[in-house]
C-alpha cells in the first residue's frame, strides 16, 4: 500500500505546469463512441480514472493507445461491441456512465450496472434517465442493472431539476444524433460542458449554448474523426494557488484560464491572497500577505466549487478568525473535517454548513485521503504542519492529479511516497 509523506513546515517556490482536465476528457473519451472514425486526444493526462475509462473502452474492443512520448491518446470505436460493459470498471468509476448516452445515440442500446455511490454522497441518475426517456428510450431497471434501448431518439425539451454536470454530459451525447431538436433547461454550465461541446462541434454536431443554462442541440446524421485538446483542469489550477496562500509563498502557475477560475480567485483575493501577470495561461500567485477569515457557499459553475471545498478549508483551518464553509452540492463532502482535527483544526460541523476557528499552527500526524479533493487538502495541511504527515488511501489522489507529489516536490515541498 502507498502513502505520501509531507514534512512540514516549507514554503514553495517556483512555477507549476497544470494538466489537461480530468471532468474534461473523461466525457470527451465517452464521447468518442459517437464516432466510428480516429479521434486523437493531445495533452492527455494519464490518471488513474482515465485509465479506467480506457480499459472499459478496450473490453468493448475499441482500439486506445496512449502514447507516453508527446501524452497522445489515440481512439478508435470502430468496432465496439455493445455488450453489458464490465459492471466492476463501472462500479469502480461512476464517470463510465458516461459512456450510456453515447451508446444509445450509437447502438440504440445500452445495459450497464448501476454506478456506485461514493464517500460524498449517494449519487443518483435520476437526472440521466429522466433525459433518456424524454428522448424516447425504454428505461429497464433490475438486479443492479439499468438498461436503456429505442428504435430512434426524438429532440425534445429536457428540464434537469438540478444542473447536474453528468446527466447534461450524458443527455448531449445521445441528442447529438437524435432526430430533430433537444433544448436542456437549467443544464450545468461548467467550463468542461463548454469543452465537451467544442469537441463534439468540432466533430460535425450542431450544438449551441453549452456553458449557459440552456443548451440546444440540433441532430445530425454522423461525426467525423478529429484532433483535439481540452482545456486545463482548474480544479488542479486553484489547488495550487490554495498552496501558495497556505504556505505565505509566491508561485508561477501555467495553464490557467482565469474565467474559469473567477470564483476560485475572486474567494481567495478576499482571503489576501494577490494575483498578478496573467498572460499565455500563466498567472503569478503571492500568497505572502496576512489571510482573513472567509465564508464559502458551493454551489454549481459560476459559483464557487464543490471540488475546491476540501482544500479551501485546509487553507482557513490556519486562518486566524472564523470561516463558514456550506456545502450545498453533495450531501456528505466532510469527511476531510475529522482528517484535518487530528492535525489540531478546529471545525465544527452543523448539517451542512463547517465552522472553522483557524489555529495558529497544524501538527502532522497519519491521515487518510477520504476522497479525491481531501487526499489534495490533507497535502495541502502537511505543507504547513509540524512534523511529519503521513497520507494514507492515496488511491484517491492519483485518480485525479497526475504525479502530484512531483509537482510539489519541484515547488520546493518535502513530500515523497513510499510503499508500505
Ligand atoms: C461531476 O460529478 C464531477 N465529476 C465531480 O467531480 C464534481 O464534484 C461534480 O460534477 C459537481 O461539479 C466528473 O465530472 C467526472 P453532478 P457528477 O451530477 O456529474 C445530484 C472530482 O472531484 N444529482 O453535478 O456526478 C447529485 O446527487 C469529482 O473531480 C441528482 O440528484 O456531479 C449531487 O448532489 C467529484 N441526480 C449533485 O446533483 C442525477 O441524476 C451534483 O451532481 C445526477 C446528479
Redesign the pocket.
Known sequence: MEKIIVNGVKKLRGEVNISCA??SI?PIIAATILCPESIVINNAPMLEDVEVICKLLRELNCEVDFSKIDDKLKINTSNINPIDANTELIRKM??SFLIMGAMLARFGYCKLSLPGGCN?????????LKGFKLLGADIIMGYGFVEVKTKKLIGNRIYLD?P????TENILMAAVLAEGTTIIENA?Q?P?IEDLARFLNKMGANIEGAGRGKITIHGVKDLKGIEYTPIYDR?EAGTFMIAAGITNSTIKINGVNEEHLRPVIEKLKECGLVFSEYKNNSIIVDGSRIKKAVDIKTL?YPGF???MQAQMMSLLSVTEGTSVITET???NRFMHVTELARMGANIKIDGRTAIIEGVPQLTACEVKATD??AGAAMILAGLVADGQTEIGDIYHIDR?YVNVEEKFRKLGADIYRIDV
Not at 460524498?120 to 440521466?128: A, E, F, M, Q
Not at 447536474?164 to 446527466?167: D, E, H, I, L, T
Open positions: 480530468k471532468n473523461l461512476r464517470a460524498i454522497g449517494s449519487r443518483p441518475i435520476d437526472l440521466h438540478f447536474s454536470v453528468g446527466a450545468a461548467e468542461e480544479i454549481p466549487p464543490t471540488d452540492v453533495f450531501e479525491l479533493r485525479g
